[in-house]
């Protein structure tokens, strides 16, 4: 046996790829919480880091999010010195807010969507989806090349190498339908005026 396949089993094999299947589906995930429909939502706000004293920071380390109306967001700051920070980080950002502050808290208003720029969020919805399950498949093949080296090896009989690939597809199967879930969700959030 060699050293590459001293600590593969099968079941590690297929728990591997089951967690990194799911590392894409949050990916994916976490790309259409950045991708904004026309109602407030917190996680838009994810990616946005903070010049917080010479640190870049993530924004959900120094504030909280509530959304008081469908349509606007409102940050409120831990430290009400970071306010003006924190506005310009939204302001720059690719987000296409322009929020507002009166010296304690920051109001991003969501305007509605053009039906053009909803389309063109669809085709980044599609394009993440498409990368995400473009991941999964990249998954699948190293899963089953590991399954391939472990038969080679006589770690497991040809028998045992197509069960465990067949549950390779299975995982596969399953995760994809995930994203395309998700993709449908979003183009429904998307959609709707």
Not at 69 to 83: A, G, H, Y
Not at 122 to 140: M, P, T
Not at 146 to 173: N, Y
Not at 182 to 191: F, I, N, T
Request: charged letters at 35%; a negative charge; glycine letters at 4%.
């Amino acid at each position: 046996m060699s050293d590459t396949s001293a600590d593969l089993t099968p079941d590690s094999v297929l728990r591997d790829a089951s967690s990194r299947m799911d590392g894409a589906i949050e990916r994916v995930r976490e790309d259409f919480a950045a991708i904004r429909t026309g109602r407030a939502n917190p996680r838009i706000l994810n990616r946005i880091q903070v010049d917080y004293y010479g640190t870049r920071t993530p924004l959900q380390q120094l504030a909280n999010f509530s959304v008081p109306e469908p349509r606007i967001l409102v940050v409120n700051p831990f430290d009400q010195s970071t306010v003006n920070d924190i506005e310009r980080a939204i302001r720059e950002s690719d987000l296409g807010l322009n929020p507002s502050t009166d010296g304690h808290i920051i109001r991003c208003i969501f305007p509605e969507l053009t039906e053009e720029r909803r389309r063109e969020y669809i085709k980044l919805a599609r394009a993440a989806a498409e990368d995400g399950r473009i991941a999964i498949r990249n998954v699948r093949r190293d899963a089953r090349d590991e399954l391939d080296l472990l038969e080679e090896e006589g770690e497991i009989s040809q028998d045992e190498q197509k069960r465990h690939a067949d549950r390779v597809e299975e995982i596969t199967k399953r995760h994809v339908t995930t994203i395309d879930e998700l993709l449908e969700q979003k183009e429904v959030d998307l959609l709707e005026v």
